[in-house]
């Protein structure tokens, strides 16, 4: 398992913009899988958005598609830019990584996790 840290939450009014940053404890190009889950208060964790370990096949959860976007440097970062953020999309959110040829959207799917950074879409 790899050590991930998340950075970047915050409070931000509905239709702003929030970037999250995930940084490594070791080199995950071309080794890892990354991405990210959320969940909000009294629901289920769920899937975000993911890269695979090439940093191709960017995935996204129907809920943020056209809104979110993924991205990850060659060495041990990963990034999620929130834009037109929603009410709804309040929710601690999760780094993860997974030494992974593919993309899964499962939480089981992923064997290394960060604390969370919680996000808070508000007027």
């Known amino acids: 398992q790899v050590h991930l840290s998340e950075s970047g939450g915050g409070l931000v009014q509905p239709g702003g913009s929030l970037g999250l940053t995930c940084a490594a404890s070791?080199?995950?190009?071309?080794?890892?899988?990354m991405g990210w889950f959320r969940q909000a208060p009294g629901k289920e964790r769920e899937f975000v958005a993911a890269?695979?370990?090439?940093?191709?096949?960017p995935t996204f959860a129907d809920s943020v598609k056209g809104r979110f976007d993924i991205s990850r440097d060659y060495k041990n970062t990963v990034w999620l830019q929130m834009n037109s953020l929603k009410p709804e999309d309040t929710a601690i959110y999760y780094c993860v990584a997974d030494r992974s040829s593919e993309i899964g959207r499962y939480s089981h799917d992923y064997h290394s996790w960060g604390q969370g950074t919680q996000v808070t879409v508000s007027s």
């Open positions: 070791e080199p995950t190009w071309g080794v890892y899988a």
């Open positions: 890269l695979a370990q090439w940093g191709e096949n």
